[in-house]
């Protein structure tokens, strides 16, 4: 299970026990963060208001991932989740609508939010 700087932002911004419901939808997993997603974050966390906030918990949830390079030397931090996760034959979660897209049309599996509550499979 990949997760993004997204994902791991949703618990702050929307008040969902994120490891609670991947448990519940998908049972025992391994969660995984690229170190690009975690500078992301870092980069987020050094601002001011609810976003940096939502970002400073994201951090806090990362620690409890196992942290990896992407061995990618894609531009955009999405594009090396896309390839990480096609690589490795993870799922991503996300809420990032166009990452979520992308993911799909790769084929690869996705988890999202769905009425800001309920996380979901689709299937890539």
Request: glycine share 10%; hydrophobic share 40%.
């Amino acid at each position: 299970m990949l997760l993004d700087t997204n994902a791991l932002t949703m618990p702050a911004q929307f008040g969902i026990d994120l490891y609670d419901g991947l448990m519940a939808l998908l049972g025992d997993f391994e969660s995984i963060t690229l170190e690009e997603v975690v500078g992301e974050l870092s980069g987020l966390a050094r601002g001011h208001g609810r976003d940096a906030a939502a970002a400073r918990v994201g951090l806090e949830l990362a620690r409890r991932s196992r942290i990896v390079p992407s061995g990618s030397s894609a531009e955009s931090v999405d594009d090396r989740l896309i390839e990480y996760a096609r690589r490795e034959g993870c799922i991503v979660v996300t809420n990032d609508r166009r990452l979520r897209n992308d993911l799909l049309r790769e084929g690869i599996g996705v988890v999202s939010m769905r009425k800001e509550r309920t996380l979901e499979l689709i299937s890539g």
